[in-house]
């Protein structure tokens, strides 16, 4: 739905203060919602938020319909790069831990954004690339990067899914499930997942802060 491309922060926010459409809690604890009441909401949210444009007096883009404010400055930016930048943004006032655990969950959301493609790393190896590498400030350029992680980051960084994939629900919902599972395969416990989500839905609020997210 089209009104869905805009609404992800909102839907990230309402959810954690019990705004969003009815939620149906599974006894693994995953959160299901009916499509219709999703629709529903959505529908509402982007006819709420056309009204108040139209209201303000913003101009509307003549080719897309859209109050100007809706586009994005930057939607080519891939999510790696982003997720690069935030490390960036964290690194200096966060502890080690929390740096480790960082990279954890921006690589579980990572490797559920990569595209398909030619040459691909074997997953292992991304996983190393991106948690040891790639999410450490210190590290990423260093000289001592191993040459086998470069190419494995270069070829991330070229099959990478846009910043922008994410105003897309079903988007959102595939990362979500990713984050359900470890590094290794295994099932996650319940406060790693939460704590991922936590991480996933900050970094996507510094996307909106940097333009790249309305």
């Not at 690069?84 to 502890?95: G, L």
């Not at 590498?133 to 270069?154: M, Y």
């Not at 470890?182 to 996933?200: E, H, M, N, Q, T």
């Amino acid at each position: 739905m089209r009104g869905a491309e805009y609404r992800t922060l909102d839907f990230l926010r309402l959810a954690r203060q019990a705004e969003a459409p009815r939620c149906i809690k599974l006894p693994n604890g995953d959160i299901r919602i009916r499509r219709i009441e999703f629709e529903n909401w959505l529908a509402e949210s982007f006819r709420a938020e056309l009204t108040a444009a139209a209201r303000k007096g913003e101009a509307f883009d003549t080719n897309t319909g859209r109050p100007v404010s809706m586009h994005r400055t930057s939607p080519d930016t891939s999510w790696y790069q982003h997720a690069c930048a935030f490390v960036d943004m964290k690194w200096p006032r966060v502890a080690a831990t929390t740096r480790r655990t960082h990279a954890e969950a921006l690589t579980a959301v990572t490797t559920s954004l990569m595209t398909n493609g030619r040459g691909r790393p074997q997953g292992r190896l991304i996983r190393v690339a991106l948690a040891r590498w790639a999410f450490n400030t210190n590290k990423r350029d260093s000289p001592e990067c191993p040459g086998e992680v470069r190419a494995a980051l270069g070829w991330i960084e070229r099959h990478t899914e846009p910043v922008s994939v994410l105003a897309k629900p079903e988007t959102v919902r595939l990362v979500l499930d990713g984050l359900t599972v470890r590094l290794d395969g295994r099932p996650a416990s319940a406060s790693v997942v939460s704590s991922r989500r936590k991480i996933f839905s900050t970094t996507v609020e510094y996307a909106v802060e940097r333009g790249l997210l309305d």
